[in-house]
Structures are given as C-alpha cells and as structure tokens.
C-alpha cells in the first residue's frame, strides 16, 4: 500500500498490505471490496502530518514507537544538554513539545480508523510523558476534543 501524507511537502509511506490489515479494519475493508480493485492500493491523507503517520508506521510493524524514550533517558540528555550549555536548551523542549503533540495527533488518527490498541499505546506513552513534564500534559485535552467528529462517544463525558 502507498500512502502519500501531508499537503505542503507530500510524504510517501510503503506499507504492507497485510500488516495495515491486520490493526485498520478500514484497510482490510477496502482491500475487500472488488468495485476498487486497484484504485485501494494508493491512500492520500492531506490532513495529517508526516511525523505522525511515521509513528503509526513504526506501531504497525514493532508495536512500539523508536523515537520515544523513557524518562531516565530523556531526564539524562537533560542533564547531558544541560552539562554542555549550562543549562537545558530551548531546542530540546521544542522537540520534545513536537513528540508530545504527534502523539496526540496520533491518538486522534487512531481514533479515525478505530485502531483501539493504537489508542492505549499512545495514553502510555502519554503517562511517559507525564514525567518529564512532571505532569500529565492535560494541556493537549482542548484540541483532542476540537478535533474528534461529532459522533465521537468522548464528546458526551
């Protein structure tokens, strides 16, 4: 399956039939339907954003994602940065604040192909967060909720 992400920059993702099946019940629906034939084989997804569509792609082929660390190792290259400047830079929170956010919108992608166990890895890896901003990063709930359709069981907690 091709799949050509994002509306700027387009990037193109590989992924094996079989493997998106087996997690997206909306691919394996497509796949199965004859009208399509070879049309399913290309996906385009304007609205979402490269970096995290690559952490669906990591999920779907190692159920985990390669970019993210734990909190010792984000609390050590704190420290490692922090022994080099002096203190913590700025562009380690900015890339941190990036991880943060496509995981939330990773969440939401999840939510959008009904991918449930995608969904609780990404609330994991949430709490995960939760210790290096000493908090749970609650601050990301306002878009989730801007951002699910309407029909969304979550809307009505």
């Keep these: 399956m091709t799949f050509k992400i994002g509306s700027d920059q387009v990037a193109i993702f590989h992924v094996h039939k079989e493997v998106a099946n087996i997690y997206c019940p909306d691919f394996r629906s497509v796949f199965e339907d004859p009208q399509l034939g070879h049309q399913a084989r290309t996906f385009s997804l304007d609205d979402v954003e490269p970096s995290t569509f690559r952490l669906l792609v990591q999920w779907f082929y190692g159920r985990k994602f390669c970019c993210f660390h734990t ?9 490692a940065i922090g022994e080099l400047v002096g203190r913590p830079t700025q562009i380690f929170y900015v890339k941190m604040n990036q991880r943060l956010w496509d995981l939330v919108r990773l969440w939401i992608l999840a939510d959008r192909f009904r991918i449930l166990e995608l969904q609780n890895a990404v609330v994991d890896e949430l709490f995960n967060f939760s210790g ?3 908090e749970v990063p609650y601050f990301c709930l306002n878009y989730i909720y801007n951002t699910l ?9």
């Design 149 to 157: 359709p309407a029909g969304n069981i979550l809307l009505h907690v």
């Design 132 to 134: 290096f901003w000493h």
């Design 71 to 79: 909190h010792n190792e984000y609390n050590e290259a704190d420290h």
